[in-house]
């Protein structure tokens, strides 16, 4: 059984559901800010997932010990990525790289993110999809992130369709929650969803992007 909606355009999340990055976000930031002594609590590391950079750093700050301006946390932040993307590689969930290629040669795609664009560049270059997307959205180039459904309000405009034909493909809660509000169908993915995040707001749940792709072609 295919989707409900006519299908004018895709959106991919980046984090958790093209790559298996969720944690290394976290850890990432806990890594940037080893030199203030300063160490992640069990609830900021949980809120990072699926949140924008603008809402984590919000978040942080509050709770003390970050003297950095948003500027300087997002440099700290990614060259703690590169440091431990020289470790890991992207992490490619599976059919990440095929699946992407796929779908865009088909619909026109969005990638809606809540990472920086420096970030998002280094993994979509290592995916080899940067070509894919018609459009991306990376933090602080919307007013707010997710749950918010302005991300994704705002790359169904960039693409020209209307966001009730759009599909969004996410495999956090936040995420999950931005693309309904928006309007959108979405398919929430389970491989990435490292941290149990509750996904029951999804219109459909897979196991994988392959799963995504034959749910697409068979509306």
């Known amino acids: 059984m295919g989707l409900p909606v006519t299908i004018a355009a895709v959106c991919f999340d980046l984090d958790g559901t093209l790559v298996d990055s969720e944690g290394e976000a976290a850890d990432a930031i806990e890594l940037a800010m080893q030199p203030l002594g300063r160490r992640l609590s069990a609830s900021e590391r949980n809120f990072v997932v699926g949140h924008g950079f603008?809402?984590?750093?919000?978040?942080?700050?509050s709770g003390g010990g970050v003297p950095w301006s948003a500027a300087q946390f997002e440099e700290a932040i990614y060259q703690a990525r590169l440091t431990l993307f020289e470790q890991h590689g992207a992490?490619?969930?599976?059919?990440?790289r095929e699946v992407v290629r796929r779908v865009a040669s088909?619909?026109?795609?969005?990638?809606?993110?809540?990472?920086?664009?420096?970030?998002?560049?280094l993994m979509l270059d290592a995916?080899?999809?940067s070509d894919c997307f018609m459009?991306?959205?990376?933090?602080g180039e919307y007013p707010h992130g997710k749950p918010s459904p302005e991300p994704y309000l705002q790359a169904a405009a960039m693409l020209g369709v209307k966001a009730e034909?759009?599909?969004a493909i996410e495999d956090s809660t936040a995420g999950i929650a931005a693309a309904r509000s928006a309007g959108m169908h979405c398919i929430g993915v389970r491989v990435g969803n490292r941290y149990g995040?509750?996904?029951?707001?999804?219109h459909?749940?897979?196991?994988?992007?392959?799963?995504?792709?034959t749910l697409l072609l068979s509306s």
Do not use: M, N
């Not at 969005?110 to 420096?118: D, F, K, M």
């Not at 995040?197 to 999804?202: H, K």
């Open 54 to 61: 603008g809402e984590i750093y919000a978040t942080i700050k």
């Open 91 to 96: 992490g490619e969930l599976p059919g990440a």
């Open 106 to 121: 088909r619909w026109p795609c969005a990638l809606v993110t809540g990472s920086t664009r420096p970030e998002a560049k």
């Open 127 to 129: 995916l080899g999809v």
């Open 135 to 139: 459009a991306t959205l990376c933090a």
């Open 165 to 167: 034909h759009c599909v």
């Open 197 to 202: 995040q509750d996904q029951s707001f999804a």
């Open 204 to 213: 459909h749940i897979v196991e994988t992007l392959f799963d995504v792709e």
